[in-house]
């Protein structure tokens, strides 16, 4: 339920796409006798082995085929009812494509939304600002793609006007005149207004 209001959302939002077909898979608890706590996920004749977590069975998970390449799967592991909140995350994990032991390889936001390119975007605001952040996700782990872009609407930030610059100055974003950035996690860089006109829209 948790996952079709998820995909529901995006849906509305206009930015999902699906890469490649995925596929619900059925979910087994292990047995009281088994000496492995892990989780069997299947779909027709693929069976994924997971190492259980606290969701376990109580979790959506869909397997889909790992962008570029076919001999990789992604599991994505929706949060429950439980894990909702702002910070909901999408566990993600990587297995053999036929089937096989899946491995943890990182979280996506739960809003985020699914972009032509198999990408995922968030964008969501915290204190002063409005972030986008855009994940990639290849069958070895989930990348944060730098820079994000950063949009602020209130207070005073050091901002470098130029990526070469050695000094930032101090600049001011307001609701009515937001400063657009370039955010690495370390230095945030003066940006063109038009950079964040997907960010505005959020204001």
Do not use: W
């Not at 799967?73 to 949060?79: D, G, Q, V």
């Not at 032991?101 to 600002?129: C, F, M, R, T, V």
């Not at 990639?136 to 006007?161: A, N």
């Not at 940006?191 to 959020?202: F, Q």
């Amino acid at each position: 339920m948790i996952r079709l209001i998820i995909l529901l959302l995006s849906v509305y939002s206009g930015a999902a796409y699906s890469g490649s077909a995925e596929h619900s898979l059925l979910c087994k608890e292990p047995g009281q006798s088994s000496d492995a706590a892990r989780l069997t996920l299947s779909f027709e004749e693929e069976i994924f082995f997971l190492d259980n977590t606290d969701r376990g069975c109580r979790s959506d998970y869909v397997v889909r085929q790992a962008q570029g390449t076919e001999n990789e799967s992604i599991i994505f592991s929706y949060p429950t009812s439980d894990d909702m909140g702002l910070n909901a995350q999408i566990m993600i994990f990587a297995a053999p494509a036929n089937g096989g032991e899946a491995h943890y390889i990182g979280d996506i936001p739960a809003g985020a939304s699914e972009l032509k390119d198999g990408n995922y975007q968030d964008i969501q605001q915290a204190g002063d600002s409005i972030y986008e952040n855009i994940y990639r996700v290849d069958g070895s782990k989930v990348i944060t793609l730098m820079p994000g872009k950063e949009l602020i609407i209130s207070g005073e930030q050091c901002v470098y006007k130029k990526a070469g610059d050695a000094v930032c100055q101090k600049m001011r974003g307001s609701f009515e005149k937001p400063m657009c950035v370039l955010n690495d996690g370390t230095r945030k860089i003066l940006a063109v207004a038009s950079d964040c006109t997907e960010l505005k829209e959020n204001l």
